[in-house]
């Protein structure tokens, strides 16, 4: 079955300490992956994707992440984090070709910041 | 415009009525999507648009959903007969022909059904 987990349902760190959003997904063959994060209210925001080539990719607001096929992971890790980051961070998967683009979803994390 | 609007932001409505709820998909996106988000079920698919060809409804969770999409752009997604458990934020999603996967979502509709 294809499924995605987050296992960290919560997560709390300190405003300038690392940050890492662990994510595992089971998939017939290697999926597009991707991270969105939510705020309150708001719609899915795109952070960043990995379709091919370098497993390390760069996104938006300073977050990375890094896709490892032997242990199906894709990461997401920000170096410092700020305040603004507080949100809902959801890891995705879908097909890497063919007609149906559906996105799975794992359940997400909720990050707070600590001042 | 630039990004995916849908409307209403917000729609409170009784139980058994119909409620219509629409997605204004990125200029020159070919594929639409629909997702839930519930509390209970995180973000769950509805239903997929690509072009000309047709949808697929595998989403869908009853016959009261039903989807359409007109002149290849904005889509309305309408529940009949409104249930308490269809309470959700509706989500909407568009991406090109060539990378189908990498979506752009829309700010949401968030149903109440009192």
């Known amino acids: 079955a294809q499924s995605v987990t987050q296992p960290d349902i919560h997560i709390t760190v300190s405003e300038g300490a690392s940050l890492e959003l662990r994510c595992n997904y089971s998939y017939g063959a290697t999926p597009y992956l991707f991270w969105y994060v939510q705020s309150p209210g708001q719609g899915l925001q795109l952070l960043l994707k990995?379709?091919?080539?370098?497993?390390l990719v760069q996104g938006i607001k300073g977050f990375e992440a890094e896709f490892k096929r032997s242990q199906s992971s894709f990461n997401l890790r920000k170096p410092s984090v700020h305040w603004s980051d507080a949100a809902e961070y959801f890891c995705?998967?879908?097909?890497?070709?063919?007609?149906?683009?559906?996105?799975?979803f794992g359940q997400g994390t909720t990050l707070q910041v600590k001042p | 415009g630039a990004g995916v609007s849908q409307s209403p932001s917000n729609k409170v409505t009784e139980k058994g009525k119909d409620v219509e709820l629409r997605c204004d998909p990125i200029?020159?996106?070919?594929?639409l999507y629909w997702y839930r988000q519930s509390l209970g079920q995180g973000l769950e698919f509805l239903i997929y648009?690509?072009?000309?060809?047709?949808?697929?409804k595998s989403g869908l969770p009853s016959d009261r959903f039903s989807a359409e999409r007109t002149g290849g752009s904005v889509s309305t997604l309408t529940i009949q007969r409104t249930q308490q458990e269809d309470s959700a934020v509706y989500l909407c999603?568009?991406?090109?022909?060539?990378?189908?996967?990498?979506?752009?979502f829309g700010p949401g509709t968030r149903l109440t059904v009192t």
């Open positions: 995705a998967v879908g097909p890497p070709s063919g007609n149906t683009g559906k996105l799975i």
């Open positions: 648009f690509q072009g000309n060809s047709a949808p697929d």
């Open positions: 200029s020159g996106h070919t594929a």
């Open positions: 990995y379709f091919s080539g370098d497993t």
């Open positions: 999603a568009s991406s090109s022909r060539d990378r189908a996967s990498e979506q752009y």
